[in-house]
């Protein structure tokens, strides 16, 4: 089973899990990363594994050559003394090592397959892990901002308060009630002589205001009109004739 497919199933699962508990998709989506951070992690492992198998497997070949130089250099020795017999020995001894050492460097290609297939896959789960947090924060906005819409929706088509908005009308009819039987009281009656004095200062006040109001009127457009008047060149400031 690939690793991504193992992935999958993992996945797939607690999708179904969450989905059946109708939890929030934040959470689903947090759980999606963490199950992918965790993946990481042990494709890691595994590639740490197999370099050191690796590693293990290039000193055992360092070690089977030089015993083979070993060897070899001992049927030199044992041929200038004019022991073809020990020479023999000692490479059918080299010949042993050779054999070893070509039964281990056919492993040599299956850890080298591994270590491709390895960082493919973590190359592969880096690139998904950094998509899968860029949803996960859009998601997450979104989740907020529709919960928070939900609740104010809930809120304004509540009952209550339609009710409150009926008593705010029963209200506003009791108080235009009130004011109607005060205009009414008022009619055909003769102003008194505070209340004639009342108007007569109220009226000052406005004619004062205005007055104060044409007069910054006319101060400002003065002010601009000289602000956007072009300069002429004075003919004695410049010394042209």
Not at 63 to 72: I, T, V
């Amino acid at each position: 089973m690939g690793i991504f497919t193992r992935l999958t199933d993992i996945v797939n699962s607690n999708i179904n899990h969450i989905l059946d508990k109708a939890e929030d998709p934040a959470k689903l989506i947090r759980l999606m990363v963490q199950e992918m951070e965790d993946t990481l992690v042990e494709v890691r492992s595994s590639t740490a594994r197999v370099i050191a198998d690796r590693k293990e497997l290039d000193r055992n070949l360092l070690r089977l050559q030089n015993a083979q130089d070993e060897w070899y250099t001992k049927a030199e020795l044992a041929l200038n003394k004019d022991r073809e017999d020990l020479a023999n020995a000692a490479l059918i001894e080299r010949a042993k090592l050779a054999e070893m050492a070509a039964s281990l460097e056919e492993d040599r290609q299956p850890l080298a397959d591994a270590m491709k297939k390895y960082e493919s896959d973590i190359s592969s789960l880096e690139a998904k892990i950094k998509e899968a947090k860029q949803k996960q924060r859009s998601l997450i906005e979104r989740q907020k901002t529709a919960t928070s819409q939900l609740k104010v929706r809930q809120k304004l088509y509540d009952n209550r308060i339609e009710d409150v908005m009926v008593r705010f009308t029963q209200m506003e009819k009791r108080v235009d009630d009130t004011e109607s039987r005060v205009e009414a009281a008022d009619m055909g009656r003769e102003k008194n002589l505070f209340e004639e004095f009342a108007d007569l200062e109220s009226q000052q006040q406005v004619s004062d205001d205005l007055a104060l109001l044409k007069a910054k009127l006319a101060k400002s457009k003065a002010t601009s009109s000289k602000t956007t008047e072009p300069k002429t060149t004075d003919s004695k400031a410049t010394g042209k004739k």
